[in-house]
């Protein structure tokens, strides 16, 4: 394509397309009305290395990844794995974690202990950080470039303006996902869905970990091994789900939306192809032609 992007045209018809990956964009897709010329590509890049084989500079190709997609993914393993570490080792309704009702020595079952609890509290903190991360970028994204937010005067009485680039640097999270998205997407108020609790407490949850104020102070671990700590862990795509489901246009397809929220094959077409935008630069099986 002349926007200095690259496509391989993976099917003909957008009913055929299959998902090979949850973490892939979704492609860019174009229909005639008469079922003829229609196609659908998949943006792909690429990484050069320095070595050669034969001659020909080694080069790897991959289908580009959604950003939100990927955050999402290494979010929801590490809550998987949290779930699987505690389930195995820390439940206290299945394990009896006395010291005194253990064999061996104490001292080795201590230690044994404190590796198990570290490697649930690391998976934790991915899940929290890379979740969180997950929801600023999806906000971050979804701001049209010629957006323009104005929450009115400042303590000084100044009307404060902010465009795309301001909006991303100065507004908190918080203020993206209950003021701007709602207006972006059409949606209802999501401070009156339940999600807006949960998104609130996942918030604080990770603040804890990237604002630590003192090094001894590791008290907030203990709320990771709570009974109803791990519906929270799972906030990040109920709010990116929230705008998905709730927004007013339902036609609306987003090239932004991961497929981990809508597995489906549900994804921006477009009825207007344009070939003085394309050009054909090569194919899978010769590769890119000589210019």
């Not at 020909?56 to 959604?66: A, D």
């Not at 929801?76 to 009702?101: C, G, M």
Request: proline content about 4%.
């Amino acid at each position: 394509m002349k926007d200095g992007k690259e496509y391989v045209v993976v099917t003909v018809r957008p009913e055929d397309y299959n998902v090979h990956d949850i973490r892939a964009k979704k492609p860019l897709t174009f229909k005639n009305n008469n079922e003829s010329g229609s196609a659908v590509m998949q943006e792909v890049d690429e990484i050069k290395f320095n070595n050669k084989y034969d001659g020909e500079r080694n080069t790897l190709s991959y289908f580009s990844p959604n950003n939100v997609g990927i955050l999402l993914s290494i979010a929801d393993k590490s809550f998987e794995k949290a779930k699987q570490i505690f389930n195995d080792y820390l439940n206290p309704q299945k394990i009896d974690h006395r010291l005194t009702n253990k064999e061996g020595k104490k001292l080795d079952n201590i230690k044994n202990d404190s590796h198990i609890t570290y490697d649930f509290i690391e998976q934790i903190q991915i899940n929290l950080v890379f979740g969180y991360t997950a929801i600023e970028a999806f906000a971050n994204l979804s701001i049209p470039n010629d957006y323009i937010y104005q929450p009115g005067k400042n303590h000084k009485g100044i009307e404060e303006i902010y465009d795309k680039e301001a909006i991303e640097r100065w507004v908190s999270l918080r203020d993206k996902v209950s003021i701007i998205l709602p207006e972006i997407y059409d949606t209802p108020p999501i401070k009156k869905n339940k999600v807006w609790n949960d998104f609130i407490r996942f918030e604080d949850l990770r603040n804890e970990i990237i604002h630590q104020k003192s090094i001894s102070d590791t008290n907030f671990y203990k709320k990771y091994f709570k009974s109803s700590f791990f519906k929270i862990c799972s906030t990040p795509e109920e709010v990116i789900k929230f705008f998905f489901e709730q927004r007013k246009d339902k036609a609306s397809i987003n090239p932004l939306w991961p497929w981990i929220i809508n597995s489906k094959n549900d994804f921006p077409i477009s009825h207007e192809y344009g070939a003085e935008r394309f050009e054909l630069v090569g194919n899978l099986y010769e590769g890119k032609f000589e210019k």
